[in-house]
Nanobody
């Protein structure tokens, strides 16, 4: 049993900031990577940023220079600091983890429930 729980979403004005958190819990052996995806109404879910266990990061072009992903491996938690927010950042943001459960043979993808981020005046 694995659970990813997001927090930190909400309503913010353009130019403002939000910090999302996602904590993974359960029978986890190791986490290879964690990331954030987002999905706006009528659009495909897209990768926003991800980070490997070694600390390598990757960002969508649309958020480079504005968003920062980080993780606390000891707490199995990933964060997304979002600055200079724009209306086009409005979406449901989903936490994702690529992990192996205790006594498991293969890693698999796990998803959080999603948290709404709305950027509006």
């Amino acid at each position: 049993q694995v659970q990813l729980v997001e927090s930190g979403g909400g309503l913010v004005q353009p130019g403002g900031s939000l910090r999302l958190s996602c904590a993974a819990s359960g029978s986890i052996f190791s986490i290879a990577a964690m990331g954030w995806y987002r999905q706006a109404p009528g659009k495909q879910r897209e990768l926003v940023a991800d980070i490997t266990s070694g600390g390598s990061t990757n960002y969508a072009d649309s958020v480079k220079g504005r968003f920062t992903i980080s993780r606390d491996n000891a707490k199995n938690t990933v964060y997304l600091q979002m600055n200079s927010l724009k209306p086009e950042d409005t979406a449901v943001y989903y936490c994702n983890a690529f992990l192996t459960v205790i006594r498991g043979a293969f890693p698999a993808q796990y998803w959080g429930q999603g948290t709404q981020v709305t950027v509006s005046s």
